[in-house]
């Protein structure tokens, strides 16, 4: 029996802005580092947006929203200025991160804001993209159009033609071996 050759060019990470995905995304630029892979990041836009503010702080998230909304003519353009703003979020955590001491370095292709059901944007942008590996969290932040995220991740496993690397937080949610994953990441 012979192996072949794991190759990782191209890495879909999802997330919703849980706990558990930042800690999909310490995996994510672990595995980028060492397959010297490029990274897509992916969010699904649901009604709860306020959940980017753990990933940069609520103030910082409604300056963002508020530069914004300024642009916002009208209910579809309020779509869009919360779209702009994840992005402009997920990007300022991105640059937060690459500067982080001891953090592989990684490149990250594109970041794109989706809206719609989640498995469907996941598995179409996987596609789209050509990813070599999704990965994302385990369990989530909750509710997502009636579901829980698990549910999602578990929908993905299921259907996704490319490998799927579902991450769990670690019992307590504050430890992980060998090292302590949020030191790695920035506190935004």
């Known amino acids: 029996m012979s192996l072949s050759c794991i190759k990782i060019e191209k890495i879909l990470y999802a997330t919703d802005f ?15 580092g060492m397959y010297r892979a490029r990274i897509t990041v992916l969010h699904v836009m649901t009604k709860a947006m306020d959940l980017v503010s753990g990933y940069i702080g609520r103030d910082e998230w ?16 309020g779509t869009l200025y919360e779209a702009a703003a994840v992005r402009e979020a997920l990007l300022q955590f991105i640059e ?10 990684f490149e990250v292709e594109d970041v794109l804001i ?14 789209e993209k050509r990813a070599d590996l999704i990965v994302m969290g385990r369990c989530g932040t909750g509710m997502v159009d009636g ?16 490998s799927v690397l579902a991450v769990w937080l670690p019992e307590g949610g504050n430890e992980c071996s060998p090292i302590d994953w949020r030191s790695c990441l920035p506190a935004i």
Not at 147 to 162: D, E, N, W
């Open 96 to 105: 937060k991160t690459q500067h982080v001491q001891g953090m592989s370095a």
């Open 62 to 77: 409604q300056r963002i929203k508020a530069k914004h909304m300024q642009s916002a003519k009208d209910a579809h353009a």
């Open 147 to 162: 579901t829980m995220l698990g549910s999602t991740t578990s929908r993905v496993l299921k259907r996704s033609r490319v």
């Open 18 to 32: 849980s706990e558990n995905a930042r800690l999909a995304f310490a995996h994510a630029v672990s595995l980028a």
């Open 114 to 127: 989706e809206s719609g059901n989640p498995v469907e944007a996941i598995l179409r942008v996987a596609e």
